[in-house]
């Protein structure tokens, strides 16, 4: 008897503890754009003493971000393009592009995982993020801004929170009760007329095109929302100008209406401050029926474009009608990506099989390539998917090696829209052949080159050269010349060219 007492005395203190056995449970989940991603199993998203901590590497990732260890300074460094953050161990303070940045949490290390405020992530990484207390789970939704005509199919998306750390908020997508434009806490928001901010001095819609005017560039945060159909276009770091009230009414709690006639699709417009941190206005295009849309951003106007049908860019013939492939070697230059246990550079490596896969695909006569680079140089994220996309290419891949714990091993291949599924279903089961390492599948991942391309597009990972058997087969040369031709063997299946 004496033994039971203690053993339920010991449950009620282990769950009195702050963090303990929530942060690690088993049912704890991280969604990102809808898709759930794989997580630590020790060291899970969770409640811990009232935040939201998530595992930041499982998130930067899934986004492309370049992230690094330094296990003497507690430091995580993580890089996108010129983009730079770094967080330190039981430090409130994190360092963004130079500048000190408050954290509501400090990062804690749970075995070899970094654990950071959900809020940092939603804020620094441009995500809108939310907690289900329910289920344990958070959702994050990386919305496409405002890019030039860039068509971004919507799905639904969660608005920023705007209270604390642990706020709980329904796991179907929701905005803001009753106006659905208004502050999250109910409460009346002033408009505060800093000089800092781009004022926003009007609003018109016609010929389904809602123009938004400003008094300088915005880049705009669009998305769309379900049940019922809207599009919301946040645009952060704004105010109403002080004559926008001449053209459109404001009420006592800055929220209006824009009537619209002649277009059945659309019920009304609405706009509002929604946002005092940062200062946030919210337009929301009410519709009738779902719509697709296309934002472009020209000097102090920003469009937003609505369509019946996703836009299809023209695609011009190649001459003799042959396949256009950009074949992408990736990280390099300043850039070393992962390092191996044998001192091998992922850069180097993506280098020698993407030079290899260029050799391959030059002997084919239906097809043309461009390579992102042919040596040591660092073309940024943003450069890869520009020069596909201005070429309009036929076939976009990225070539990488992977890194994670010691016993992490296999190849993957990743995609982020579905036109690309086919393609890195087929790519992927060429490569496994010929690497010969265990089959993580070919899954979706949300990645800036995958996913801001026009084209079908696919980041290999052949291997893990943090694992010391992987890695000793993905250095010798007589693998890399299989991978590049399992890689060309896979282009040409879906090509339909063999």
């Given at each position: 008897?004496?033994k ?20 690690s ?22 409640l ?11 998130i ?40 000190d ?11 070899d ?8 992530v939603?804020e ?8 289900d207390n ?27 929170a705007n ?6 908020v329904?796991?179907?997508p ?13 409460t009346?928001?002033t ?8 004022t926003i ?10 123009m ?18 809207r599009?919301?276009i ?14 459109l009414?404001?009420?006592a709690?800055n929220?209006?209406?824009?009537t ?5 699709e ?8 929604f ?49 256009l492939i ?5 990280h390099?230059g ?5 390092t191996?246990?044998?001192?091998v ?17 030059k002997?084919?006569?239906?097809i ?5 680079r ?11 998917v520009?020069?596909?996309?201005e ?9 990488h ?17 579905d ?5 890195a ?18 899954k979706?991942?949300?990645l800036?080159?995958?996913r ?19 890695d ?21 299946e ?5």
């Open positions: 008897m004496k039971l007492g203690f053993l339920l005395l010991l449950v009620v203190f282990m769950w009195a503890l702050p963090g303990t056995g929530q942060a449970a088993a049912s704890n989940s991280i969604f990102l754009d809808g898709q759930e991603l794989e997580q630590p199993s020790g060291a899970q998203a969770g811990v003493n009232g935040s939201v901590m998530v595992p930041i590497r499982v930067s990732e899934g986004l492309g971000y370049e992230v690094g260890w330094e296990k003497q300074t507690g430091t995580v460094a993580i890089k996108q393009g010129d983009r730079s953050l770094q967080l330190f161990i039981d430090n409130g303070k994190a360092i963004v592009d130079g500048n940045v408050a954290l509501s949490a400090a990062p804690l290390l749970k075995g995982t970094t654990l950071v405020p959900l809020r940092f939603g620094q990484m441009g995500l809108q993020v939310s907690w329910d289920t344990k789970s958070a959702h994050l939704y990386s919305s496409s801004s405002g890019s030039d005509s860039g068509v971004v199919n919507g799905g639904a998306s969660t608005p920023p209270e604390g750390e642990a706020e709980v329904p796991e179907q929701v905005e803001q009760p009753d106006a659905n434009v208004s502050s999250g806490s109910g009346t928001i408009n505060n007329p800093s000089t800092n901010l781009a001095s009007g609003l018109s819609f016609s010929d389904n095109r809602l938004i005017s400003t008094d300088r560039a915005v880049e705009p945060n669009v998305f769309k929302m379900s049940g019922p159909e599009v919301v946040d645009v952060p770091n704004a105010r109403f100008a002080d004559q926008f009230e001449d053209a009414p404001l009420d709690t929220q209006g209406q824009l619209v006639e002649g277009y059945p659309v019920a009304q417009i609405r706009y509002s401050l946002s005092n941190d940062p200062s946030t206005i919210r337009i929301v295009i009410d519709l009738n029926e779902s719509r697709e849309f296309v934002v472009t951003n020209e000097n102090s106007f920003t469009f937003i474009d609505l369509t019946l049908e996703p836009t299809v860019p023209f695609i011009p013939a190649r001459p003799d009608g042959k396949s950009v074949i992408d070697a990736g390099g300043k850039d070393p990506g992962a191996s246990i044998s001192g550079l992922e850069k180097d490596f993506n280098l020698a099989i993407a030079l290899r896969v260029d050799e391959l695909l002997q084919e006569q239906d043309i390539t461009v390579m992102t042919s040596d040591d140089t660092y073309p940024t994220l943003d450069e890869r520009k020069i596909a996309n070429l309009q290419a036929d076939i976009f891949i990225s070539i090696a992977n890194s994670g714990s010691a016993t992490a091993s296999g190849t993957e291949t990743l995609y982020t829209r036109a690309s599924i086919t393609l279903d087929t790519v992927h089961r060429h490569v496994i052949e010929a690497a010969g390492l265990k089959d993580r599948k070919a979706h991942q949300n800036k080159v995958t801001e391309t026009t084209m079908p597009a696919v980041l290999l990972e052949a291997g893990f050269l943090s694992n010391p058997q992987d000793a087969v993905l250095k010798d040369p007589a693998v890399q010349d299989r991978i590049a031709a399992g890689i060309v063997a896979g282009i040409k879906y090509l339909g060219l063999q």
